[in-house]
């Protein structure tokens, strides 16, 4: 992350979807909103086309105002979070969370284990696993949990979600109250 831990926004997807401000959590609105976001922070810096949003939101039979709900959804979105540094850009007919890969829980995790595997000191290589799972508070976009959303965040970072998992497993077995 770009400045200490505390003082920057955070980006929570491991169980509920949070945005926390230095000066507190803010609400992101019904569900749709908060799993629109998510799907976008799951994705930070990389676009996500419409009607893939779309589909992952309401599947193949969306309402006909699905384009606007999504256009609104992002505009509240936007709004909500202005005290960031983060953004929700529009490009064509997609959108793109921009934001420090650092700043979202995940991406926070997943970084971690990699300083971890190269570490050379056996304990400090714990310590990096240790906060990396500490940041796992459940399964990711848990609220909204259905086939398409899991696809989707199988072919995103399903990888990355294994690796977390094996090292929680091996942290486990190794330190039992660690984690």
């Known amino acids: 992350m770009g400045t200490a831990m505390g003082t920057a926004t955070t980006y929570r997807i491991f169980g509920d979807v949070e945005v926390d401000f230095p000066d507190g959590e803010v609400v992101l609105g019904r569900g749709v909103d908060r799993c629109l976001f998510g799907l976008l922070v799951l994705r930070v810096n990389r676009a996500v086309d419409i009607d893939t ?3 992952l939101l309401w599947g193949e039979q969306p309402p006909r105002s699905a384009r606007k709900q999504v256009t609104k959804a992002v505009a509240r979105i936007r709004q909500r979070t202005t005290r960031s540094d983060a953004a929700v850009l529009t490009i064509g007919a997609r959108y793109q969370f921009t934001a420090d890969p650092l700043s979202v829980d995940l991406h926070r995790a997943v970084h971690l284990l990699g300083r971890a595997r190269y570490e050379a000191s056996p304990g400090v290589a714990r310590g ?8 796992e508070k459940g399964p990711v976009l848990e609220e909204f949990a259905n086939e398409r959303v899991q696809e989707f965040i199988d072919a995103t970072v399903g990888a990355d979600l294994a690796a977390l ?9 190794a330190y039992p109250a660690a984690a």
């Open 53 to 55: 949003l779309i589909h």
């Open 128 to 135: 990096l696993v240790a906060q990396a799972v500490a940041l």
């Open 165 to 173: 998992a094996a090292a929680r497993e091996e942290l486990t077995a």
